[in-house]
């Protein structure tokens, strides 16, 4: 099953975001082109679940992530 191009109420392209992160429910995202941009979704399970599914990669999951 393809994952669908635009999440609802978010105004980009899965193919548009590079990175991102999640804070609590806040979002914070980088898009292709070096904008950072935020949102926040009424369902961050599902957001998060759209943006995996588009191979956009969570930064948490980065090795050595956390600055010390």
Do not use: Q
């Not at 914070?28 to 957001?47: Q, S, Y």
């Amino acid at each position: 099953m393809e994952a669908a191009t635009y999440f609802p109420n978010f105004e980009y392209p899965a193919s548009e975001v590079s990175k991102y992160i999640c804070i609590l429910k806040d979002f914070t995202l980088m898009l292709n082109n070096g904008d950072i941009v935020k949102f926040t979704p009424d369902n961050e399970h599902a957001f998060k679940a759209w943006l995996d599914n588009n191979g956009v990669e969570n930064i948490r999951k980065e090795n050595n992530w956390v600055v010390k």
